[in-house]
C-alpha cells in the first residue's frame, strides 16, 4: 500500500500503463493469429496483406516499447519466411 502522496500517483500511473501495454500486446497477438489462419487457408495475397498489418503494428509496439525490437524483428522474420514458403 502506498504511504506518500508520490507513491499513490505511482502506483496509479503503473496500473494505467500496464493497462495500454496490455492492450498493445493483445493486438500484436490478434495479428499474429490473423497470419496464422491465412498461412493456414494458402491464400497468399490474404497472408501478405496481414502480414504488412502484423509488422506495423509489431514496430509500433516495439516504439512504444511494449516489446523488445529485436522481439518485432524476429516475429517479421519469422512470419515473412512462412508466407513466402506459401505455393
Known sequence: MANSKSAEK????SAKRAMVNRAVKAR???ARKAVN?????????DATSQLHALASVADKAAKKGVIHKNSAD??????SKR???IS
Open 10 to 13: 505511482r502506483a496509479r500511473q
Open 28 to 30: 500484436v497477438k490478434s
Open 37 to 45: 489462419e491465412a498461412i493456414a487457408s494458402g491464400a497468399k495475397d
Open 74 to 79: 524476429r516475429l517479421k522474420g519469422l512470419y
Open 83 to 85: 508466407v513466402a514458403a
